[in-house]
């Protein structure tokens, strides 16, 4: 490749000159410079200078399987040869959306059973709630078009996945939102539940909110409910256990279809395939992206229920909607390699019965006692660090977010590469971190936090 031609100064340069990065704010990145990753190997990304980072968030929550895997690149190779590419329009397939379909079918839910495709995540919720009205059409109930949604939940940055997410700041740039979407609170005890309210009591309360929802606008207005099993981008927020049996339960009552967001999630993050399966729950749609390719290639499978699938068949009639890249050859190629991979080396189990209980323990024993810690949390690889001034109080510091970002910023500079959305810091690991890896994470982190708190002191 010939970008080693290039002095990072100049990458820097060329970089501010014509490329628009998402979710940045361009006027300080062209004071600042990007941080050019160039790169990487098992659970390590490099930069241009040669700066060896341990990647806490795997990627952007998806190189599941590390980096540097011979299996996938060798994978897509060959499939490019053989076929690059043809569309699955008009009555055509290819050989590895189908039998990607097979293996899908096989690991999710039981009454899950069909896939539609697409390159990502925000394309497959735009397509899942296009599905789910379009259900509502087919059963002769048009007016069922509603869809409850929460405060801070992430959906993606397409108009869809922005109108069904719950980021204000996303919202206030939309200036005008796919009608017909409401929010309601998350289960996030840390912040929202009431002195003295259990857990338990909060996580009902929390899907009592789901219920008033539909009761205001009147059920047979209603087409779902959408959520991400435990919340990502919003901060790593996981429900109390009473959450998701009572927000299921109020779907069936009121015959709301339930739409499980899992693109993070999704692909053993949780300890399981899906996290449907960690809390047992019975969706409609799931929602899938990221780590079914481990980020190699892009690609997302919407996995559909078998209660939509099999109206849209019975009822017949074209489903007008479809992406040039549904059911691309080299990616679907690319995500059967990974899943073996996945399979083959037990990762799951893993993540399961080993590294998820030992990441918990290690959060909580060497994370948690820090004075900067209000609370650390954890569900399978995917974990949350509360950065507070005061942990009895959980005051935070002003303004928001600086501290976590000044924590953020000493892990970097440690070789420890981590996210900080507001207060809150986020690891997403890739999953095959072992104990050792962990026990590197948590020192890099310790220290950070102990010179971010020595700054926050002098401040
Ligand atoms: N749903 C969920 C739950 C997600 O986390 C999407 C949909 C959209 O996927 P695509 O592939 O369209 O980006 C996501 C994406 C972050 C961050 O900062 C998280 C995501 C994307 C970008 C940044 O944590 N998640």
Same mark, same amino acid.
Not at 243 to 259: A, F, G, S, T
Not at 342 to 368: C, H, M, S, W
């Given at each position: 490749?010939?970008?080693?031609?290039?002095?990072?100064?100049?990458?820097?340069?060329?970089?501010?000159?014509?490329?628009?990065?998402?979710?940045?704010?361009?006027?300080?990145?062209?004071?600042?410079?990007?941080?050019?990753?160039?790169?990487?190997?098992?659970?390590?990304?490099?930069?241009?200078?040669?700066?060896?980072?341990?990647?806490?968030?795997?990627?952007?929550?998806?190189?599941? &399987?590390?980096?540097?895997?011979?299996?996938?690149?060798?994978?897509?190779?060959?499939?490019?040869?053989?076929?690059?590419?043809?569309?699955?329009?008009?009555?055509?397939?290819?050989?590895?959306?189908?039998?990607?379909?097979?293996?899908?079918?096989?690991?999710?839910?039981?009454?899950?059973?069909?896939?539609?495709?697409?390159?990502?995540?925000?394309?497959?919720?735009?397509?899942?709630?296009?599905?789910?009205?379009?259900?509502?059409?087919?059963?002769?109930?048009?007016?069922?078009?509603?869809?409850?949604?929460?405060?801070?939940?992430?959906?993606?940055?397409?108009?869809?996945?922005?109108?069904?997410?719950?980021?204000?700041?996303?919202?206030?740039?939309?200036?005008?939102? /796919?009608?017909?979407? /409401?929010?309601? *609170?998350?289960?996030?005890?840390?912040?929202?539940?009431?002195?003295?309210?259990?857990?338990?009591?909060?996580?009902?309360?929390?899907?009592?909110?789901?219920?008033?929802?539909?009761?205001?606008?009147?059920?047979?207005? /209603?087409?779902?409910? &959408?959520?991400?099993? /435990?919340?990502?981008?919003?901060?790593?927020?996981?429900?109390?256990?009473?959450?998701?049996?009572?927000?299921?339960?109020?779907?069936?009552?009121?015959?709301?279809?339930? *739409?499980?967001?899992?693109?993070?999630?999704?692909?053993?993050?949780?300890?399981?395939?899906?996290?449907?399966?960690?809390?047992?729950?019975?969706?409609?749609?799931?929602?899938?992206?990221?780590?079914?390719?481990?980020?190699?290639?892009?690609?997302?499978?919407?996995?559909?229920?078998?209660?939509?699938?099999?109206?849209?068949?019975?009822?017949?009639?074209?489903?007008?909607?479809?992406?040039?890249?549904?059911?691309?050859?080299?990616?679907?190629?690319?995500?059967?390699?990974?899943?073996?991979?996945?399979?083959?080396?037990?990762?799951?189990?893993?993540?399961?019965?080993?590294?998820?209980?030992?990441?918990?323990?290690?959060?909580?024993?060497?994370?948690?006692?820090?004075?900067?810690?209000?609370?650390?949390?954890? &569900?399978?690889?995917?974990?949350?660090?509360?950065?507070?001034?005061?942990?009895?109080?959980?005051?935070?510091?002003?303004?928001?977010?600086?501290?976590?970002?000044?924590?953020?910023?000493?892990?970097?500079?440690?070789?420890?590469?981590?996210?900080?959305?507001?207060?809150?810091?986020?690891?997403?690991?890739?999953?095959?971190?072992?104990?050792?890896?962990?026990?590197?994470?948590?020192?890099? &982190?310790?220290?950070?936090?102990?010179?971010?708190?020595?700054?926050?002191?002098?401040?």
């Amino acid at each position: 490749m010939t970008y080693q031609n290039y002095s990072l100064k100049q990458l820097q340069q060329i970089d501010a000159a014509h490329h628009l990065h998402p979710f940045t704010d361009h006027k300080e990145l062209r004071e600042a410079g990007a941080r050019v990753i160039t790169h990487a190997n098992g659970p390590f990304i490099y930069d241009s200078e040669g700066t060896e980072l341990l990647d806490g968030m795997a990627g952007l929550w998806c190189v599941s &399987i590390g980096y540097g895997r011979d299996e996938l690149a060798e994978a897509a190779y060959a499939q490019m040869k053989e076929l690059p590419y043809y569309n699955s329009f008009f009555k055509c397939s290819t050989p590895t959306p189908v039998l990607l379909s097979k293996k899908l079918a096989e690991i999710a839910p039981r009454n899950v059973n069909q896939v539609f495709y697409g390159s990502s995540g925000s394309e497959a919720n735009d397509t899942a709630l296009r599905l789910v009205r379009h259900y509502w059409v087919l059963e002769g109930k048009p007016e069922k078009n509603r869809v409850i949604s929460r405060k801070m939940a992430y959906h993606g940055s397409t108009i869809a996945g922005t109108s069904l997410g719950g980021m204000d700041a996303m919202h206030k740039q939309l200036n005008g939102a /796919v009608p017909n979407i /409401v929010h309601v *609170m998350m289960p996030y005890a840390y912040e929202l539940a009431l002195p003295g309210e259990s857990d338990h009591d909060f996580g009902l309360r929390a899907a009592k909110s789901v219920e008033d929802a539909i009761l205001e606008a009147g059920a047979d207005k /209603v087409a779902a409910f &959408i959520g991400e099993p /435990v919340m990502g981008a919003g901060g790593v927020k996981i429900p109390p256990a009473s959450y998701w049996p009572e927000v299921q339960r109020i779907c069936r009552k009121y015959d709301v279809l339930l *739409m499980l967001d899992e693109v993070i999630t999704g692909y053993g993050r949780t300890g399981e395939w899906f996290a449907a399966q960690t809390f047992d729950i019975e969706a409609d749609t799931i929602t899938t992206a990221k780590a079914l390719t481990s980020g190699y290639q892009p690609l997302s499978a919407l996995l559909v229920g078998d209660r939509i699938a099999s109206t849209l068949v019975e009822k017949g009639g074209e489903f007008n909607h479809g992406y040039t890249y549904s059911g691309h050859p080299v990616a679907c190629a690319v995500a059967l390699k990974n899943l073996e991979i996945i399979e083959q080396e037990g990762l799951i189990d893993r993540v399961r019965n080993d590294t998820g209980p030992y990441f918990a323990k290690a959060l909580q024993e060497r994370i948690a006692v820090h004075d900067l810690v209000g609370e650390v949390r954890s &569900i399978g690889l995917m974990g949350a660090i509360e950065i507070v001034k005061d942990k009895a109080t959980k005051e935070r510091f002003l303004p928001a977010g600086s501290a976590a970002v000044k924590v953020r910023d000493h892990a970097i500079a440690n070789g420890m590469m981590l996210r900080a959305t507001g207060d809150t810091m986020i690891l997403s690991p890739p999953l095959i971190w072992t104990r050792d890896t962990i026990d590197m994470a948590c020192e890099r &982190i310790g220290k950070a936090l102990d010179l971010a708190q020595a700054d926050l002191r002098t401040r």
